[in-house]
């Protein structure tokens, strides 16, 4: 079963309008933390906002908000006032954190959502 | 404070040759993680290294194999490689592997004809 599921494979949307990308996910593990990533076309994974299993809040980074609701595992990402530059691949991944001692597991993707901003 | 490196940038070989992928962390980094990226199977997590030991692996054949030094520097190498080992590697430091940034570097583009 797939442990991050990303439902919009693409997106338009004019600038200067919000853009909420959806992601849900898939855990037992009651440690966990919750990513979103960017990827322009030049292929880097550009870190945008973090959200952890047990955080109160939800995460806020300039732009970028992250909307957590634990009970429904979603984790979407929400972009305020979009700009043409943030046309890229948004990735929403997760990375179960090992209680064992071995350190945190590797981050699982999701597939991704392509956004497009127009002018 | 420099970024993720990672070297060749574009790489193109043929089918049953080996490879060889590095990548230099941040400094200060002393865990690195190695992805694929392929237009099929997505993202998918590789191996982990923190202090030249592997600690965690994802689900990959044995012809994928990786070490690090103890400059914290990486290194992946697939054997008799295999048209569908043609994908963007990324590889991600982190200080310790248990904090959750991870910078990513810029990837190396490998093509096996």
């Known amino acids: 079963a797939q442990k991050i599921t990303q439902t919009q494979p693409g997106m338009f949307v004019q600038e200067k309008e919000a853009v909420t990308l959806d992601c849900t996910y898939d855990t037992s593990d009651p440690s966990y933390g919750l990513f979103w990533y960017k990827q322009p076309s030049s292929g880097e994974m550009i870190f945008l906002i973090y959200q952890g299993s047990y955080d109160q809040q939800n995460a806020t980074e300039g732009r970028y908000s992250l909307n957590f609701q634990k009970a429904r595992k979603s984790a979407n990402l929400v972009i305020s006032a979009s700009q043409l530059g943030d046309s890229a691949m948004y990735f929403c991944?997760?990375?179960?954190?090992?209680?064992?001692?071995?350190?945190?597991?590797?981050?699982?993707f999701g597939k991704g959502t392509h956004l497009i901003i127009q002018p | 404070k420099a970024g993720v490196t990672q070297t060749p940038r574009y790489l193109i070989k043929t089918r049953g040759q080996q490879v060889t992928l590095s990548c230099s962390p941040i400094?200060?980094?002393?865990?690195v993680s190695w992805y694929q990226q392929t237009p099929g199977q997505g993202l998918q997590f590789l191996f982990e290294y923190f202090s030249e030991t592997q600690r965690n692996k994802g689900n990959f054949p044995g012809r994928f194999s990786g070490r690090q030094f103890s400059n914290s520097r990486s290194e992946m190498n697939v054997s008799t490689l295999e048209l569908g080992d043609s994908a963007l590697y990324l590889c991600?430091?982190?200080?310790?592997?248990?904090?959750?940034?991870?910078?990513f570097g810029p990837g190396t583009r490998l093509t096996v004809t």
């Open positions: 991600a430091s982190s200080l310790d592997g248990r904090t959750y940034e991870q910078y």
């Open positions: 991944a997760m990375r179960e954190v090992s209680l064992s001692g071995g350190g945190a597991d590797g981050l699982t």
């Open positions: 400094s200060g980094h002393r865990s």
